[in-house]
């Protein structure tokens, strides 16, 4: 018997990903219920070769519901998580409100599948799992085998974020300046604080008090939860005009010795890495050419000079796929292939 799975956000970018994930990947479900806010009520979304009414969150009835994969905001997780949770439905949720809440696993299943297996081996859970936010999925992909080999003591993480982490309307505003520019009038920044086409923005989510941004609090925070608290980490996150993928550069202080030619061939043996890393012109990845792949690409692998075992890379991933849709499902075929979940 198959499961039953449930998408809340199923007409946002990332929920249409994670309905396209599950029929591509042929997770073992009987049903898949398409849901969304009262106003997309009998929207249409596609689920493989079919399509999907979508269905009102308010009214749903969870219960025999085996996951619950949530991509609609903080606000909706706040308020619907953990009373779906209480019905025994599995929710995970790709949003940033339960990620840093201490009973909440925060899981990337190449980096901690043992967190997975404690918490579901717990009697008494939330049934709440937390998928990271999708700069910080793609980083421990990356950093997970060489930590394992060598001992990260630091990084220091610069990212190049597209603007479909902010959702569909930053995508037209790219699209609509990038035209403006060019052929009609230009519109003026809505989403953004400032012009995106042809511009690279240094600010992504809130400031905080110590003048970092939440987008690069999250990659240090959600780091240290997932792969070892012991890292420091420090990040610059930055908006570039992409559509889809989000890159990093990378610098990595090593405990031990680690040279570039190992940390390529652990990089090329681990789950979910695809090492592309010729050193001719265009033996690297780049944003575009990750769009819509799932694998984390790791390029530009050499040494830092500057300090004692220090390496540079460039890792590039689709963020609404491993950093966000298909990592949520992977977490689901965790739960399925491990045998966790009780029927
Ligand atoms: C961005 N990383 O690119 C954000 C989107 O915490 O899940 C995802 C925000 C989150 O804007």
């Known amino acids: 018997m198959g499961y039953k799975v449930a998408v809340v956000g ?10 396209g994930i599950l029929a591509e990947r042929g ?5 898949v219920y398409a849901l969304a806010s009262s106003r997309s009520i009998g929207r249409e979304v596609s689920f493989g070769d079919k399509t999907l009414k979508c269905k009102d969150l308010e009214t749903f009835d969870f219960n025999g519901v085996d996951f619950c994969l949530m991509s609609a905001g903080s606000d909706i997780s706040k308020k619907w998580a953990e009373k779906i949770g209480e019905t025994g439905c599995i929710v995970i949720d790709n949003s940033s409100f339960w990620r840093y809440h201490q009973d909440v696993p925060l899981i990337v299943p190449e980096v901690n599948p043992h967190h997975l297996e404690e918490y579901m081996a717990q009697n008494e859970r939330m049934n709440i799992i937390a998928n990271p936010n999708c700069s910080t999925a793609q980083l421990v992909v990356a950093l997970k085998p060489l930590h394992d ?3 990260i003591k630091r990084i220091v993480v610069s990212t190049y974020q597209s603007v479909s982490g902010s959702g569909k309307a930053a995508m037209d505003e790219l699209w609509n300046q990038t035209k403006g520019i060019f052929v009609t009038d230009m519109p003026e920044p809505e989403v ?3 012009q995106i086409a042809f511009n690279a923005i240094p600010h992504i989510d809130v400031f905080m008090e110590d003048g970092y941004t939440k987008e690069e609090w999250k990659v240090l925070a959600e780091t240290k939860k997932m792969l070892d608290p012991k890292i420091k980490v420090t990040c610059t996150a930055v908006r570039v005009p992409v559509f889809i993928s989000h890159a990093e550069a990378v610098n990595i202080e090593f405990e031990n010795e680690i040279t570039p030619d190992e940390a390529r061939d652990i990089l090329r043996e681990a789950p979910g890495i695809m090492v592309v890393d010729k050193r001719e012109d265009g033996g690297y990845i ?4 990750a769009a819509g792949e799932d694998a984390t690409f790791i390029s530009r692998i050499r040494e830092d000079a500057t300090v004692e075992n220090g390496l540079n890379m460039w890792v590039v991933a689709d963020n609404l796929r491993k950093g966000a849709a298909l990592n949520t499902v992977q977490i689901a075929e965790a739960i399925v292939n491990r045998g966790l979940l009780k029927k």
């Open 10 to 19: 199923a007409t946002g970018n990332v929920g249409q990903e994670m309905l």
């Open 27 to 31: 997770f073992p479900a009987d049903e």
């Open 149 to 151: 080999h060598a001992k």
């Open 192 to 194: 953004y604080p400032k």
């Open 286 to 289: 780049t944003q575009v050419e």
